[in-house]
């Protein structure tokens, strides 16, 4: 035969150019040419053939379980030996194999002829053409591994699934023999655990704390808040990031501010908005002070209490949430204003109508009350709100222990607390209370007993009381009694009343 099938050589055996010890041995056939070659209807014959077999190999499927497919033979293929589609001949090429006679079902039948190696190209890849592609095999790392410190540069990528398959091969296989990076591994393994799993998504109460002394430390301001004014400045940011997601629920939710008053715990009941106005309208005391508008306008009270019973009286209807707006841009202004004011401001009088405070002292007062009104708030919509940190918690329990002895003075001027017993001279050590304050901003005061131009000292200790931090404060603050608030007490019982007393009277609305 002569054509596309021998590769276009001459087939014949025994030509007139051929030796004669080489006439009529067979030779062996040539290099199939591609299909795309082939003849139109021989390229046909070879497509029939080729689904003939493997719609055979389907249906056979089911009866060989665990027997590999049969490898077709190229040269039978390719002439339609064994597939029902011979060259010329009058049968269905669509048509299944005949079975073999000879060949017992289910026995793996063999080629007729050995395969060619050189001729073979099986269109199909010897499989199901119809049939998923089989999976890859796993990547085998290429070339050398690579040195101690790439791959320990790796584990990161590593623990986090990030690595080609070639990089996950090499890292894995340096862990078996390296166990400080096995260790580091597992490390990493766990901390990436650690990345997946559920948090509250509440900010820290620090953060804006920690980001601004940061920030700070790297650059600092051209004009810095004063380190007297930095509590309220905290204060007044933490209760506005708690308004911020408040509905109108939320803003007419009731409570009730407490305080005390000579002997006795008073209540008033208000709603989140009211509280607000309240704190606005004592801010304006400070605001007044400074030369900027007094919320309330002219004239107006400078009783913290006449001035909340003022701004009540006049907000018909009660309050809504656009109270935040006005109370967020005066305590903006109040910062803004003591930050340029200099120096020379901290000392300036800012009068509560009874008692009147430097404007350092002022500005302290007015962060502890924004603070327990944030308690307040907080628990009328069941949410969590943390006390302030430690050094702000300090200078406000500092600021309640300088002004206990005028607090007790009063009390002794109404007959609501024992006479003095030893009387000293302005500015000499006198009888002492040690109170001792646990916790975050605590620290060890000596309050003078007898007159508030005397001077405590440990030496003249005659009692002491323990405390935590924020029970102090809340006992200052009229939340507990006093009676509630002593957790430990060592000596002069009658001074220890006294103190925790005036510690008491100190609250007001």
């Known amino acids: 035969m002569n054509g596309p099938f021998d590769g276009g050589r001459n087939g014949d055996r025994g030509g007139p150019d051929e030796p004669e010890d080489v006439r009529g041995i067979p030779r062996i056939p040539g290099q199939r040419t591609a299909a795309d070659d082939l003849d139109p209807p021989a390229a046909d014959v070879l497509r029939r053939a080729v689904e003939s077999h493997a719609r055979a190999a389907r249906a056979a499927e089911p009866s060989r379980e665990r027997e590999e497919p049969e490898e077709p033979d190229a040269t039978d293929e390719a002439a339609g030996v064994d597939s029902g589609a011979g060259v010329g001949s009058g049968t269905d090429p669509d ?6 006679p000879d060949v017992s079902p289910g026995t793996p039948r063999e080629p007729a002829h050995p395969p060619d190696p050189a001729g073979e190209r099986d269109m199909t890849g010897g499989r199901d053409p119809y049939a998923p592609p089989p999976p890859r095999p796993p990547a085998e790392p290429v070339g050398p591994p690579p040195s101690h410190s790439v791959l320990k540069s790796l584990l990161g990528a590593w623990a986090l699934a990030a690595c080609s398959p070639e990089e996950t091969t090499h890292v894995e296989n340096h862990l078996t023999e390296c166990a400080p990076c096995a260790d580091e591994a597992l490390k990493l393994r766990d901390a990436v655990g650690l990345l997946q799993a559920d948090r509250n998504l509440d900010l820290p109460p620090l953060l804006r ?17 004063p380190a007297w004014a930095t509590p309220y400045d905290a204060e007044t940011a933490r209760l506005d990031a708690l308004l911020r997601d408040f509905g ?13 008053e000579k002997e006795e715990r008073t209540a008033r ?6 509280v607000i106005g309240h704190l606005m309208t004592v801010d304006g005391l400070v605001a007044s002070a400074l030369g900027l508008d007094d919320p309330l306008g002219e004239p107006a009270p400078l009783s913290p209490a006449d001035r909340t019973e003022a701004f009540w009286r006049s907000a018909h209807p009660p309050p809504t949430r656009t109270i935040r707006e006005p109370w967020r841009d005066q305590s903006h202004t109040l910062i803004r204003t003591v930050s340029f004011a200099g120096r020379g401001v901290a000392e300036l009088s800012v009068s509560y109508g009874e008692f009147a405070l430097p404007l350092r002292d002022a500005m302290i007062d007015r962060a502890f009350e924004c603070w327990i009104h944030g308690v307040d708030i907080a628990d009328a919509v069941d949410y969590p709100y943390p006390p302030p940190s430690g050094p702000h918690l300090h200078v406000m329990i500092d600021l309640a222990a300088q002004l206990i002895p005028s607090a007790l003075a009063a009390r002794r001027r109404a007959g609501l607390a024992s006479p003095a017993q030893q009387l000293v001279v302005p500015g000499s050590p006198g009888r002492s209370l040690h109170l001792e304050v646990e916790g975050a901003g605590g620290g060890n005061w000596y309050i003078a007993l007898d007159s508030p131009a005397a001077v405590g000292t440990a030496e003249r200790a005659v009692a002491q009381v323990a ?43």
């Not at 048509?95 to 073999?100: E, Q, S, V």
């Not at 939320?250 to 407490?258: D, T």
């Not at 009941?269 to 009211?274: D, F, I, N, Q, Y």
């Open 95 to 100: 048509a299944p194999p005949d079975p073999d």
């Open 209 to 225: 704390a920690r980001v601004l002394e940061n920030c700070l430390d790297r650059r600092a301001a051209r004009i810095p808040v």
């Open 467 to 509: 405390l935590d931090g924020v029970e102090f404060c809340q006992l200052v603050a009229g939340h507990i009694s006093p009676e509630e608030a002593a957790a430990g007490q060592d000596g002069d019982r009658e001074a220890i009343r006294d103190v925790l007393f005036a510690a008491a009277s100190l609250s007001r609305l």
């Open 269 to 274: 009941r208000a709603t989140v908005a009211g």
């Open 248 to 260: 109108d629920a939320e803003w007419h939710a009731p409570l009730q501010l407490r305080w005390f």
